[in-house]
């Protein structure tokens, strides 16, 4: 349906202009692509961090004190 629809305006502009529209309407929908990789990775980075909480809880904390303490940790 949005193929459809830039070919439409594709006519309606001709050529060049309606190659631009085409352009415009791949690369957003390349962005938008990216921004959901994006967050399937910070929803993955949480269940990582859910995930080592539960098989360390002892560990996850002293990771969390350390990661609040100034200097090189």
Do not use: F
Request: no cysteine; aromatic share 2%.
């Amino acid at each position: 349906m949005i193929s459809e629809a830039i070919e439409w305006i594709k006519g309606l502009l001709g050529g060049e202009a309606g190659q631009l529209v085409q352009e415009a309407a791949e690369s957003y929908g390349h962005e938008a692509l990216e921004d959901v990789q994006d967050s399937a990775q910070g929803l993955q980075d949480g269940v990582d961090t859910a995930t080592d909480v539960a098989e360390d809880p002892g560990g996850a904390a002293v990771d969390a004190a350390r990661d609040q303490l100034p200097g090189d940790n």
